[in-house]
């Protein structure tokens, strides 16, 4: 039941932007206007944490969103060699006004209110949400959502994170944090009884960032929290980058990619 979940991201058609009036022609390389000729410009925040990046190095091909963006790039023509990275901030990448990327793979997930300034392509990933706590607390033995009812619960601003808070934990007292390392540091500090992010980031928390906490569980954000590679409103690259992605879904290359670098996320109990 929980895998389903987590290959779901793997089979939605669903897209922001249509790929269907991507031609392969549209899309060969020599047609694309990428922000450096002959290349094409990937960001993402730093540090880039595992599953997703592995070794702060998305260069190396290693990570979900590392091995995506490469794959990416292969549909559309570029060798390893012409993919070029660049650090973006997360809050900043859905910003409205023009990008120095050509697209940014960082857990960015596909909403309303993003996709008025900012374009997506099809999702690669549909995540639930986790929520991390120190053992010995009383929000670690929750067994439901409504277990943690007046809970002090850390989460980043501007993130799905906190609106599935307010939408499935209402009655907890939540504190809002600018960075992922401020939510990471109160629950080391002790300022929250909880934290909640991505699944897949609560494994990396857990394993590395703060061993001793324990996921507590995982439960489905509002409408489901699908990611897409993002770039700038209007871009001509849309549509090619959408296009990659089906055809690694259709292909069975993207649910390769997931099976071998989050395959983990399927054992933590689900929340209701």
Known sequence: MLTGALLAGCGSSTSSESSSSASAADC????????????????????????????NDPTNGKGFESAVAYAIGDRLGFKPADVHWTVEPFNASYAPGPKK??????EISITPTRSKV??????YYTANQAI???????????KSL????????????GTTSLDAVNADIPDSQTKVFQTSNDVVSALKTNQVDAVVVDLPTALYLTAAQVPSAQIVGQFSAPGGDQWGALLAKGSSLTGCVSKAVDELRSSGELQKITNRWMSQAASAPLLH
């Not at 060969?28 to 070794?55: H, I, M, N, R």
């Not at 900012?118 to 999702?123: E, T």
């Not at 409504?146 to 601003?157: F, H, W």
């Open 132 to 142: 991390v706590a120190l053992p010995n607390t009383d929000a670690a033995k929750a």
């Open 28 to 55: 060969s390389k020599g047609s694309l206007k990428t922000v450096s000729q002959g290349a094409l410009t990937v960001a993402t925040d730093k540090p880039a944490y595992p599953p997703y990046f592995e070794d």
């Open 118 to 123: 900012v374009d997506f392509s099809a999702p």
């Open 146 to 157: 409504s277990d943690l009812s007046g809970a002090t619960i850390g989460v980043q601003i």
């Open 101 to 106: 990327f050509d697209f940014d793979v960082n």
